[in-house]
């Protein structure tokens, strides 16, 4: 019976993260009510509350289901030998695919994230990404290809700020061209992440 009530909730859920995904796309964030989404996942306005108390609840929701698929993706670039950058690359790669199976939506919820009030949802969601990417740092500076002249930290902060960085330009611009900028940008710092020897300090008078 409770393996029954528990697959029953997961369905539940999964019917309120659709419904959230169509309207919000459909409506805005602003423009949805819990009402609309208990409505379009045929639950009660009162039940829709038992799985998330405020819209920054469903869209960090949202972003969880999006980063899982962020890190299965990193966990089959992760499998198989490849230098750093090209690992780096594919994940715009696939950013471009990604936005293709729904247009739209991924910019959306990156962007209804980023001005959410709650500082705590935006903290989380900022860790959640930042998780997954330093898979990729770590296992670059593991086989050497990864520069160390600034920490892994720091290299993973900046991997994701391009990333969002794309996402925020293509919610922005009506004409961004995705297909072009997110392989550029993908180049840029896949190449700003390769090792590179510093220079020595100068001397004394130099």
């Keep these: 019976m409770t393996g029954r009530r528990e697959q029953n909730r997961r369905e539940t859920r999964a ?14 964030v602003e423009g949805t009510t819990a009402v609309d989404l208990a409505s379009a996942a045929r639950i009660s306005r009162a039940t829709f509350f038992n799985y998330f108390g405020t819209k920054d609840d469903l869209l960090l929701a949202l972003w969880q289901e999006q980063v899982g698929n962020l890190g299965s993706l990193i966990t089959q670039l992760l499998a198989r030998p490849a230098p750093t950058e090209e690992r780096i690359l594919l994940l715009f790669t696939d950013l471009v695919e990604a936005v293709d199976r ?12 980023e001005r959410a009030e709650n500082r705590e949802t935006t903290a989380v969601r900022s860790a959640l990404f930042h998780e997954q990417l330093r898979r990729i740092i770590d296992a670059g500076l593991e086989q050497g290809d990864v520069r160390t002249d600034y920490g892994p930290a720091l290299l993973t902060e900046m991997v994701g700020a391009v990333y969002l960085s794309v996402l925020r330009h293509l919610r922005l611009e009506s004409d961004y061209d995705l297909r072009a900028h997110a392989p550029e940008a993908g180049r840029f710092i896949a190449g700003t992440m390769a090792t590179r020897r510093l220079s020595p300090k100068p001397g004394p008078g130099v």
Excluded at 102 to 113: C, D, I, K, S, T
């Design 15 to 28: 019917r309120v993260l659709d419904a959230a995904k169509k309207l919000f796309l459909e409506r805005g």
């Design 102 to 113: 729904r247009p739209g939506y991924l910019a959306m919820v990156a962007f209804e994230l």
